[in-house]
């Protein structure tokens, strides 16, 4: 993709746009959510963004609520895709830097109970398994907790 075009997405990103590390309660653990989004009352850049990230386009009808209000587009991108547009703007981010570094961080600790941790355990035991899933369960909370200081 074009230098020019990233470094205007991106510049549009830090300015419009918010990362969100928002996390839920099951089954005894947390799960974390990486959720991306730019929030515009002009549909125009969004669509432009969108041609090349991909993304949910939903419009908020303030309008309706207030007519003095316009209404707010919001475009949206959640864990996997969420990941792969923070890593190509990256290069180019100042404000949401350190935020995406974060939840980049965090993307890249181990799925738990995935295959590739199951081939890392080879012959180990369920208690050594569990022992490697409360490691990563760890990591993460200390991410969001260091992620939820930068809110």
């Not at 993709?1 to 089954?27: H, P, Q």
């Not at 991108?77 to 935020?99: G, H, T």
Request: glycine share 4%; with cysteine.
């Amino acid at each position: 993709m074009d230098k020019v075009v990233l470094a205007y997405i991106a510049g549009f990103f830090d300015g419009e746009g918010c990362v969100g590390l928002n996390r839920s309660n099951t089954r005894e653990r947390f799960a974390y959510r990486l959720e991306v989004q730019i929030t515009q009352v002009d549909k125009a850049p969004l669509e432009f963004i969108k041609q090349f990230f991909g993304g949910s386009l939903s419009v908020s009808k303030r309008s309706l609520i207030n007519p003095k209000r316009q209404d707010c587009w919001h475009l949206v991108w959640a864990d996997k895709s969420a990941e792969s547009f923070l890593r190509a703007l990256l290069p180019y981010l100042i404000v949401k830097r350190e935020k995406t570094l974060l939840v980049l961080r965090y993307r890249d600790l181990p799925h738990l109970n995935n295959i590739e941790n199951i081939k890392q355990m080879n012959n180990k035991s369920k208690e050594e398994a569990m022992k490697l899933n409360q490691s990563i369960i760890n990591k993460r909370r200390v991410i969001y907790d260091e992620w939820k200081t930068l809110v």
